[in-house]
């Protein structure tokens, strides 16, 4: 059974069997123990900021019978889920959605159940000198990010998803070199070995990054704290869920853009299972 027609059928139960007002106690199911079902991890997130729009909880959280992985709670105002397809804590009263996303909480209504995909760009570059780096973080004014528009949402299967794709459209070094050296002078690190930065691209080539673009392209150490490596492994993160159509390639570009450090495995805030 898919998680729709789960939904569906809780809800048409609970209003058939007039247990779905505010407040009614309910007997608890699906609980390991007697005790009362409470939200936990990001069902409680989603209730915080929803508050009496998602009701309290009636059930303990359960797996979705259909084998989706997805997890399900009932509560007296409608139903909140874990979208396994989207990392996305959700409530929905039926036709009303709510769901904890990287871009924080969205609403939205009609028959879908997944938060819709927001198109993200970033600004434009704003100076090409007097640029500061703080924390493994660029100049915003620097380098703000830029975005391939050969790349988008609905390609991403044929594109930065193929193996091997990155090797297709990154710049050669004589492009690069002579920029690095650029953008070395503009961060204020002119006279350093250049080994010991990576010309890196904010938004990685493999996330749909502009490959030459120089508001994309700046000077991170190879070592110290917030490093170039570390870097990677949180772009290899990304484009792992990217392609596993875990979170949507807008988000993935504006999370590593904005701030990469601070990406947090979504997982995390996903509940218990």
Not at 30 to 56: N, Q, R, S, W, Y
Not at 86 to 109: E, I, K, Y
Not at 126 to 133: A, L, P, R, V
Not at 210 to 238: C, M, T, V, Y
Request: glycine share 10%; proline share 8%; aromatic share 8%.
């Amino acid at each position: 059974m898919a998680i729709r027609s789960v939904l569906l059928l809780s809800l048409l139960l609970g209003l058939l069997s007039g247990t779905a007002a505010e407040g009614t106690a309910q007997p608890a199911s699906h609980c390991l123990t007697d005790g009362a079902p409470t939200f936990e991890f990001g069902f409680a997130a989603l209730k915080f900021d929803l508050g009496a729009t998602m009701g309290e909880p009636m059930s303990c959280e359960y797996a979705d019978p259909g084998g989706t992985g997805d997890t399900l709670q009932d509560t007296t105002a409608g139903l909140a889920f874990w979208r396994r397809a989207t990392n996305t804590p959700t409530f929905t009263d039926g036709w009303n959605h709510w769901g904890l996303t990287s871009r924080g909480l969205v609403a939205w209504a009609g028959t879908s159940i997944d938060p819709p995909v927001l198109n993200w760009s970033p600004p434009p570059r704003g100076k090409t000198s007097g640029c500061t780096s703080l924390d493994g973080l660029p100049d915003g004014d620097c380098t703000p990010g830029a975005i391939d528009s050969a790349v988008t949402q609905d390609n991403v299967q044929q594109t930065i998803c193929v193996p091997g794709y990155t090797s297709t459209v990154r710049p050669p070094t004589s492009y690069t070199t002579p920029l690095k050296r650029q953008l070395m002078d503009a961060y204020g690190y002119g006279g350093l070995p250049l080994a010991n930065y990576e010309l890196d691209h904010l938004i990685s080539l493999e996330l749909g990054g502009a490959p030459r673009d120089p508001a994309n392209l700046w000077p991170l150490a190879r070592s110290g704290p917030a490093n170039a490596i570390q870097k990677d492994a949180i772009e290899n993160f990304l484009h792992r869920q990217v392609c596993d159509g875990t979170i949507s390639l807008a988000d993935a570009q504006q999370q590593v853009a904005t701030d990469w450090r601070s990406v947090i495995r979504s997982a995390d805030h996903a509940p218990v299972q």
